[in-house]
């Protein structure tokens, strides 16, 4: 038997997704069960040119011209999504120990295409003419070091990189940080744009893209047969994690606790998953353990679920050998489509959403479900459950798994 | 005021959001929160829209000064834009 003193509260959440700015804009359009996936000017020239895009997030509003021109997109929505959760947590830079508030941000691909035009200059012969900002904007970790900069952090600050799984990794890592006493406060998350052709040309030429190019809505289709793959998103998922004493002594409003966080390796390809799921199910395993609970105390999943053949496959197989009959299921990439470094946390975010409402959104495109998956999804609308506890998982290439639980408060 | 001070003027207000109330002959790059990158950068763009070389210019300068090395610049580039000797 665990004590809860080994908990982490969860005090922020700040979200910039397809579906909106904010997270009660991405909350609502989760509920909808209406994909946001259409084709993308963005995509023009690419091999697949359907993504689930980010419209304005008023990121010059919020952030002011000067760190605009300074930034790439995904730091700007890193920032706007860090900015909403510090204020959802009602945390004043003012008021903290600077030096025990840490942040933790998972990227993935980063900035492939801010690289383009210099890589031109180059093979022009015009070295000169590379920006001397091209680095310090596209580096991984420069989300991480403005939202420092910008709010005052000066504890632990790091990127995470573990491909689609860093948003949930890195909200496992900062979970760390506070619970070895490290930090008080920890902003912990994910982001990602990339929604850039030379992107979804190369998911396209690994055949990890859906080519329902002619039905972007219909394109993701996470447990379902027909499925193809995934669909780009783009956005960030930010978490506030802080010390229970801390946040008691501040009076602040707990959302969750954080109990629990398991990862692993497949150790077997470098993008298909192991097709049993042994690392996704080594990671389930593992977080339950941490959070000391038994697989019946689990009442909802929100799955990775990308929609690829493999991913849903091994997923299902790993749930059922854990759960024998699993949970509810969700996978709302089906409506904002895969994020990849962000996608871990935005799930993160929306399964304390889920805690918090008593309510598990849909899953889209479920019309025909694929036996071979045999899971309770949640599909059409959005379903009631009264969970106390619930899991999020999130699986990246090569093969590396981070799972979160999440209970109520 | 010279075409190198519009030049320069115009890349702050344009490419690095700077209030035109806030550019005066007399301000330094540090007075509008720029730093060696930011004349790194400023220096790439002038280079790449108008082929000119903008040196020696450090985040203490004031626009005028700057304004005054660009000018320099266009002078030396000037004869090879020119037309050629006649023979």
Known sequence: MRGRERDVAVTGLGLVTPCGTGTAATWRGLCSGVPTAVADERLSGALVDICCPVGEFGAVEALGHRVVLRTDRFTQMALVAAREALADAALSPAEWDPSRVGVVIGVSTGSTESWAPHFASLAAGRPEDVSPFLLPRTVPNMAAAEIAIRFGAQGPGFAVSTACAAGATAIGVARDLVRSGTCDVVVAGGSEAPAVPIVATCFAQMGALSRRTDDPAGACRPFAAGRDGFVLGEGAGMLILERPEHATARGATLHARLTGYGASSDAHHITAPHPQGRGAEAAIRAALADAGLAPRDIGHVNAHGTGTVLNDLAEARALRRVFGTPPPVTAVKSIVGHALGGAGAIEAACTVLSLRHGLVPPTANHDEPDPDCDLDVVTAAPRPVRATSALSNAFGFGGQNAVLVFETP | ?87
Do not use: I, N, Q, W
């Open chain 2, 1 to 87: 005021m010279t075409d190198a001070y519009a030049l320069l003027t115009g890349f702050l207000r344009d490419r690095f959001a700077v209030p035109a109330a806030e550019l005066t002959e007399d301000t330094t790059f540090t007075d509008l929160g720029m730093d060696s990158l930011d004349l790194g950068e400023m220096a790439v763009l002038v280079r790449k829209a108008h082929g000119l070389a903008l040196e020696d210019v450090r985040a203490g300068s004031t626009l005028r000064e700057a304004a005054d090395r660009l000018d320099a610049a266009r002078r030396a580039a000037a004869p090879a834009a020119g037309p050629g000797p006649v023979a």
